[in-house]
């Protein structure tokens, strides 16, 4: 059962890299100059470029960005096509993850509609827009279910895929940052901003190339970019880069290496804790936060002291759980929409583009789970167990939909959440998807004579009776352990907030019982 609950651990910020990888995401700054209108020069724009991905110098993967010109309504249009190949690795276990975007551009590259389509060894997502005046209509395929959403949209608003064509067509100062405004479809999320950094000019072979800059949340990428847009070169701080290749030798047939996530994602302990799933308390002291803020919360408490954040968390008691048990119900909250004294809690109970809570089959399961209950804190720990039995734990690396995961019955830790907080909001319980982090101890999948690692991980929270109660449906826990560090809540586009602290985190544990 170990390795099982390795899995649902170990994968969360996968999902983030193999999403996000030199996406180059954006960052919102204050004193930046605002870059507003891109003006392309009438030449050919026309390319077919490939790219080999790599982790320390070990090939995982290929990055092909092909543009050719087509007609739409007799006009000149250019298609963007960027499709992306990741091999990675759990165990003696390999998956292939696909990334497909597509985009159709006026000359002077404003977007027209674009797609993404992500999918790996078990789930799809599909992802499409369209720009009408100054909105975006999207539309979100998932588990057989469309979601549709609207987002703002100026002629100031671009692409992240487009980045590089679009940054020599500037006359950027050296030294200077400058922001530009970016929808991102992959973490659905609109009016956001990127901060990009001339740094120098200089000459590769016989090109002249940008050296550039970008940072996203505290996360640094440098991109190294001919005068026609082309990328040459880029690297993040992970150690992550990709490198301008021939076709051959970029799809390097039997020469791609899985990456071995274990070793990426976990976070070193100085000490073994034994039964780390019983622990009631634990404290640490964490550096390399920078500016993230720790939350507090029922069960977290977190103070900075000499440059560093002294966290304690103490798990609820029993006699605690009793008393949440016996509070009646809270008043059942209203439809989204109606005035009601939770309002604020309204979005908890909303549907999502990957959270469908309003979809009959959701709405069908979680009735027959919870049957005749009307105690929502026991309707939630029923919802919990449901998911811990029947979900497999195996690795999925893909954007989590509780529709796909009701229907395959299979994920990491993700997909665990994301159904259980479907499934409470289908019964009236607001909810959210909770971020941080979660202690396991040495296995034959980690490092040797380790004294076990924290893993980023997922799990979910539910209001009961004034509090947000936090239950872990990858581990069966209605009330988690100690070594739950949580670290932020929310959808996709919160959660990428995590690439701030990922790489740089440090854990020292102090206490525990």
């Given amino acids: 059962m170990k390795k099982v609950i390795h899995i649902g651990v170990i994968t969360f910020w996968v999902i983030m890299m193999s999403l996000l990888i030199l996406r180059n995401l954006p960052r919102k700054g204050k004193d930046e100059i605002r870059l507003t209108k891109i003006s392309m020069d009438e030449e050919k724009m026309e390319r077919d470029n490939w790219m080999g991905i790599y982790l320390k110098d070990k090939k995982i993967g ?6 050719t010109k087509e007609k739409m309504k007799n006009e000149d249009v250019y298609q963007v096509v960027d499709e992306t190949f990741m091999k990675l690795k759990f165990g003696e276990q ?20 674009f797609s993404m389509d992500i999918f790996t060894n078990v789930y799809k997502v599909a992802i499409s827009g369209e720009i009408k005046g100054n909105k975006i209509n999207v539309e979100i395929l998932s588990g057989g279910s469309t979601f549709k959403k609207t987002f703002p949209f100026t002629k100031s608003t671009h692409l992240p895929m487009l980045l590089n064509i679009i940054l ?22 609109g009016d956001q901003y990127i901060i990009i950094i001339l740094k120098k000019k200089e000459k590769i072979g016989n090109e ?3 050296l ?14 001919n005068m026609k847009g082309e990328t040459i070169k880029e690297e993040d701080e ?3 880069k990709i490198l301008r290749e021939p076709k051959e030798i970029a799809l390097a047939k039997g020469k791609i290496e899985p990456c071995e996530i274990v070793k990426m994602s976990s976070i070193p302990s100085n000490m073994f804790i034994p039964a780390a799933r019983k622990l009631s308390y634990l404290k640490v002291r964490m550096r390399g936060l920078r500016d993230f803020l720790i939350p507090d919360t029922l069960r977290q408490k977190a103070k900075k002291e000499n440059g560093e954040v002294i966290v304690e968390i103490a798990s609820a008691q029993r006699q605690e759980v009793a008393k949440w048990q016996s509070i009646p119900p809270a008043p059942e909250l209203r439809r ?13 109970l909303l549907p999502g583009p990957f959270i469908q809570s309003n979809d009959e089959k959701i709405v069908n399961m979680a009735v027959e789970i919870t049957q005749d209950e009307t105690q929502p804190w026991k309707k939630a720990k029923k919802l919990n167990q449901w998911v811990f039995n029947n979900i497999e734990k195996i690795p999925t690396f893909s954007i989590p939909s509780a529709l796909s995961v009701l229907k395959e019955k299979k994920g990491d830790c993700n997909e665990h959440a994301v159904l259980l907080v479907a499934l409470a909001r289908a019964c009236k319980i607001p909810s959210r998807i909770t971020v941080g982090l979660a202690y396991l101890p040495p296995s034959g999948i980690t490092l040797p004579d380790d004294k076990g690692s924290f893993f980023y991980h997922a799990w979910a929270e539910v209001y009961i009776s004034e509090e947000w109660r936090e239950l872990d449906p990858t581990f069966g826990q209605d009330i988690v352990d100690a070594t739950h560090i949580k670290l932020l809540d929310g959808d996709m586009d919160k959660q990428v907030e995590i690439l701030r602290v990922i790489g740089k985190l440090k854990i020292k544990v102090e206490d525990f019982k």
């Fill in 62 to 67: 290929y990055s092909h960005f092909v543009v």
């Fill in 94 to 113: 390999t998956y292939d993850a696909f990334i497909t975007g597509k985009a159709l551009l006026k000359k002077d590259l404003t977007p027209i509609s």
């Fill in 168 to 189: 020599p067509k500037q006359k950027l100062e050296i030294g200077k940052p400058y922001r530009l405004t970016l929808f991102d479809p992959e973490i659905l999320a």
């Fill in 208 to 210: 002249d190339v940008m």
């Fill in 212 to 225: 550039i800059e970008k940072e996203y949340k505290g996360m640094k990428t440098t991109s190294w970019i």
């Fill in 238 to 240: 992970f150690g992550m």
């Fill in 336 to 348: 989204a929409g109606a005035e009601s004294e939770s309002e604020k809690y309204r979005q908890y």
